[in-house]
């Protein structure tokens, strides 16, 4: 019993690693502060923009990625890239700023 406790804290906190090492780092070469950008105001919170984009029927996450925008694409400095499957089991990816939550684009993945 005491092993299986074990067993699931470390599954748990390997989780929780993984979903805050897929926020922390956006392209192979930048690495982000997802925590001092929030604090600074140079995004919203994870959850924020998830609550925007409660329309799109976003039913499972499968990935999420913080990269520094080009200029053109937004007005803020970075955007967050958003794959899910939606509730037809279409898996899509949505670009939104970061900051703001407005949908940059909506793709179909294959």
């Given at each position: 019993?005491?092993r299986?406790?074990?067993?699931?804290k470390?599954?748990i906190l390997?989780i929780?690693?993984?979903l805050?090492?897929?926020?922390?780092?956006?392209?192979?070469?930048?690495?982000?502060?997802?925590?001092?950008l929030?604090e600074?105001?140079q995004?919203?919170?994870l959850?924020?923009i998830?609550?925007?984009?409660?329309?799109?029927?976003?039913?499972?996450?499968?990935?999420?990625e913080?990269?520094?925008?080009d200029?053109r694409?937004v007005?803020h400095?970075?955007i967050?890239?958003?794959?899910?499957?939606?509730?037809?089991?279409?898996?899509?990816?949505?670009?939104?700023d970061?900051?703001?939550?407005?949908?940059?684009?909506?793709e179909?993945?294959?």
């Open positions: 019993m005491i299986k406790n074990i067993i699931k470390n599954i390997l929780i690693i993984l805050f090492s897929q926020l922390s780092w956006a392209d192979n070469s930048q690495v982000f502060d997802v925590k001092e929030k600074s105001g995004i919203s919170s959850e924020n998830l609550d925007k984009l409660s329309k799109y029927d976003i039913s499972r996450l499968l990935e999420i913080l990269k520094q925008a200029s694409q007005k400095q970075f967050y890239e958003i794959e899910y499957i939606n509730g037809k089991g279409i898996v899509l990816e949505i670009e939104v970061a900051l703001t939550a407005q949908v940059l684009s909506i179909r993945e294959h």
